[in-house]
């Protein structure tokens, strides 16, 4: 199976700020890999596929990349509605795995 | 209007078992590979299932294999998740998401095995 790390676990920051988050997956996925925003209560959000292409709706300063094992999302000029947990998946083959999170808080 | 809402949560005794239902409309469900996500709480999403348009293929996590199953209707746009002999650690809300990439997730039904 296909473990998903994400770093860091949580991460402070402010509005403005341009942040990066990085999930690391265990064995090759090509450009399987997706994120996802989820809220407190609230379902998870589809914001990228496919590494780097953008969910019809979500706001243009996210942006994805990463290649192979190494993936990265970056939020240029976060906003308050941004402040959420978010999670990476592989997609790449069945059992499907998800990273651990990584929560980005106010600071 | 575009949606998955599921159904069929509660509390049942550890050994019981539960059917949850997802109901979709306003999209062309019979052409979409469809999934079971859950979330126990406070802690991370974790798939469970999925099932290929036609049926065809069915995966399964390890954590529930021989005691989940999953199954749809396309003709009722309807998923289904079998759940027996539940254990306390199954606890969670469970999602049904749609697609390849998961691109649309119901509201969640929680499920709470507890004696």
């Known amino acids: 199976d296909i473990q998903m790390t994400q770093s860091p676990s949580s991460l402070s920051a402010s509005v403005g700020d341009r942040v990066t988050l990085t999930c690391q997956a265990s064995q090759y996925i090509s450009n399987y890999l997706n994120w996802y925003q989820q809220k407190p209560g609230k379902a998870p959000r589809l914001l990228i596929y496919?590494?780097?292409d953008l969910e019809a709706g979500v706001p243009s300063r996210f942006s994805g990349s990463g290649s192979g094992t190494h993936f990265t999302l970056t939020i240029s000029g976060l906003q308050p509605e941004d402040f959420a947990t978010y999670y990476c998946?592989?997609?790449?083959?069945?059992?499907?795995?998800f990273g651990q999170g990584t929560k980005l808080e106010i600071k | 209007e575009v949606q998955l809402v599921e159904s069929g949560g509660g509390l049942v005794k550890p050994g019981g078992s539960l059917r949850l239902s997802c109901a979709a409309s306003g999209f062309k469900f019979s052409t979409y590979r469809m999934s079971w996500v859950r979330q126990a709480p406070g802690k991370g999403l974790e798939w469970v299932s999925s099932?290929?348009?036609?049926?065809?293929?069915?995966h399964q996590a390890d954590s529930v294999k021989d005691r989940f199953t999953i199954s749809r209707d396309n003709a009722k746009n309807a998923l289904y998740l079998q759940m027996n002999s539940l254990r306390a650690e199954d606890t969670a809300v469970y999602y049904c998401?749609?697609?390849?990439?998961?691109?649309?997730w119901g509201q969640g039904t929680l499920v709470t095995v507890s004696s």
């Open positions: 998401t749609r697609g390849d990439y998961d691109d649309l």
């Open positions: 496919a590494v780097s």
């Open positions: 099932i290929s348009s036609g049926s065809y293929h069915i």
């Open positions: 998946q592989q997609s790449e083959i069945f059992p499907r795995s």
